[in-house]
């Protein structure tokens, strides 16, 4: 980690790696039940306390062939004040993704690195 000092106020800096994780909020493909971001935020905020971290939750919309649902982006970084290794960003990331996927009832959702897309498919849900 490199350090710097600009007008009095010292500056740390890290490799740059951030992690999202895209999910919709319509409960599978059928159903008419939308969660909201508020169910969201329960979520991850339950998850953060447990595993002391830290989110962001941006409200978004996917738009595709004959439909749309809302959704949310939900972002990890690498922050610099508690660094970590991509690994382990990655890793935390997966497994906030799982838990958003059981709970929120959704066949897929999509995680995106810095480097790689991967969908990861609920193997209890079937179409």
């Not at 409960?27 to 909201?36: C, L």
């Not at 838990?99 to 999509?110: A, D, G, Y």
């Not at 810095?114 to 990861?120: P, R």
Request: glycine fraction near 4%; aromatic fraction near 10%; hydrophobic fraction near 40%.
């Amino acid at each position: 980690m490199a350090r710097f000092t600009l007008c009095n106020i010292l500056m740390k800096s890290l490799k740059t790696y951030k992690v999202e994780i895209w999910v919709g909020l319509k409960e599978g493909y059928d159903s008419t039940f939308i969660h909201t971001v508020d169910d969201v935020r329960i979520i991850c905020d339950k998850w953060v306390n447990e595993v002391k971290d830290c989110v962001t939750i941006t409200p978004t919309e996917f738009h595709y062939v004959d439909g749309a649902e809302p959704g949310v982006i939900i972002g990890l970084i690498a922050y610099p004040r508690f660094p970590r290794r991509p690994k382990s960003i990655r890793k935390r990331a997966f497994k906030l993704a799982e838990i958003l996927m059981v709970e929120l009832k959704q066949h897929r959702l999509t995680v995106v690195t810095t480097k790689k897309s991967y969908m990861l498919e609920n193997q209890f849900i079937t179409e």
